[in-house]
């Protein structure tokens, strides 16, 4: 092909090739285009799927005999336990299904840490000279603002495709009794689409640490998210905690936020039973009883866990086809140059793209002037900064698949000058 990496050509021809970036650019900013990679929010059509539900429940009774109108139930309705205790790998009395958002849960959990102390805990975390997390970066930019709020301190280590660096890992947890806890997105990771293996996992639950009460939030927002007709598995995270005698470390969340309706769904934490126990003791002190009533419906409209995997590959076939554009258009703009890797996820909502060191604001700031909104360059990042100034998330499931394809061309223009300009400054 003709394509030669930037950095092999010469000092004119990176000259010639900023001046050709930048009338691109003019003609891209031409175009008054209003464009939006921002946020992993699904789809209107994704969220026709589940229209079903606007006509349910029939009836108010559980399966149980429980009148869903009224009060009580803390744990959630034991048919949806059940359904997503099995999709889960987990036993329905480790599973709580609460509210509309998984990430209420992680704040609440963290607020009980915080006020209460662990079960396998010797005093509030409130009490420690210090708390610590460790972040595999990238990551979700809303764990990092949490931990932010509650004046936690963060440590980075790397997210590799098999999950953290747990080299790194061990070597914190080991001495530094200050850290409490670490992030992990195991299952098509926010936003590097990252699998933990089953190894890792275990040796995440088995390591020694030199905190007690040391907890991996164990966040599984895409465990069933996938892209492809190969399903990743995700990694069995509470088995292996009991097998290695931690089985109070790992607390795991999940949501139909992306299966059914993004503000709608149903949230789920899992954990050993004393976990569920002190969770929902806590809830308790400022709730009667979750919203039963969209639990039922929601077990109504699944029917069974098979049900809520036939449902995701109907999102597979809308999303999908968007993904292989996001490829397509980086292959064909970007490939050969050195100037840009991204992840080709099998399942979630993102692609990671990392362009040259130092120039990911700049591709953001570029975008931005030609009317493409791109997540803020470092987001997925604890703090918002990027050391390397490098990641960029793209999220490409809202728009259209035509805007896809223009926002995505859009960027590969912006990354292209934005190199162009670095290197012929060099
Ligand atoms: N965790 C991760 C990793 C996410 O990407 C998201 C959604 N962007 C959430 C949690 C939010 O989940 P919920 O809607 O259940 O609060």
Not at 309 to 324: L, N, S
Not at 394 to 420: H, I, K, N, Q, R
Request: glycine fraction near 8%.
């Amino acid at each position: 092909s003709n394509v030669q990496p930037l950095n092999d050509r010469s000092a004119e021809e990176l000259a010639a090739f900023l001046t050709e970036q930048r009338a691109a650019y003019e003609a891209l900013k031409g175009k008054d285009l209003t464009l939006d990679l921002t946020r992993g929010k699904p789809a209107p059509a994704q969220l026709d799927l589940s229209d079903a539900l606007l006509d349910l429940p029939t009836g108010a009774k559980d399966e149980a005999g429980v009148d869903t109108r009224n009060y009580g139930g803390l744990e959630g309705i034991r048919e949806i336990r059940e359904m997503f205790a099995e999709l889960l790998w987990v036993e329905p009395e480790q599973v709580v299904a609460g509210g509309n958002s998984s990430l209420v849960m992680m704040r609440e959990v963290l607020v009980d840490l915080w006020l209460k102390g662990a079960v396998d805990g010797v005093r509030p975390w409130s009490a420690e000279e210090k708390v610590t997390f460790i972040c595999p970066v990238p990551g979700y930019d809303r764990h990092f603002t949490l931990l932010d709020w509650f004046g936690i301190d963060t440590v980075t280590v790397a997210m590799n495709e098999d999950g953290p660096d747990m080299d790194a890992v061990e070597t914190l947890v080991a001495d530094d009794p200050s850290i409490k806890g670490i992030w992990i997105v195991p299952t098509y990771a926010n936003p590097s689409g990252s699998i933990v293996t089953q190894e890792v996992a275990a040796r995440l639950t088995a390591m020694p640490t030199a905190a007690p009460d040391f907890k991996i939030f164990w966040d599984n927002a895409y465990a069933f998210h996938h892209l492809t007709e190969e399903e990743a598995k995700s990694a069995d995270i509470l088995t292996l905690a009991a097998a290695s005698g931690n089985p109070h470390r790992p607390i795991m969340f999940a949501s139909t936020s992306k299966i059914t309706y993004a503000g709608a769904g149903v949230a789920f934490l899992a954990g050993s039973v004393e976990t569920v126990k002190w969770y929902v003791s806590h809830l308790g002190k400022g709730a009667i009883g979750p919203d039963k009533l969209n639990q039922l419906r929601h077990a109504q409209f699944f029917g069974s866990p098979q049900g809520v995997r036939d449902h995701m590959v109907k999102h597979r076939e809308i999303i999908a086809p968007k993904f292989a554009e996001v490829e397509r258009v980086l292959d064909q703009r970007l490939g050969g140059l050195d100037v840009a890797t991204w992840t080709r996820p099998t399942g979630g909502y993102f692609v990671s793209l990392d362009v040259l060191d130092g120039t990911a604001s700049r591709v953001v700031q570029l975008a931005k002037e030609a009317g493409i909104a791109l997540t803020p360059a470092g987001a997925s990042f604890p703090g918002g900064k990027d050391p390397r100034d490098r990641n960029i998330r793209l999220a490409p499931t809202f728009p259209e698949l035509p805007a896809v394809s223009e926002a995505m061309d859009a960027v590969a223009t912006c990354v292209l000058l934005a190199a162009a300009e670095s290197l012929a400054s060099r």
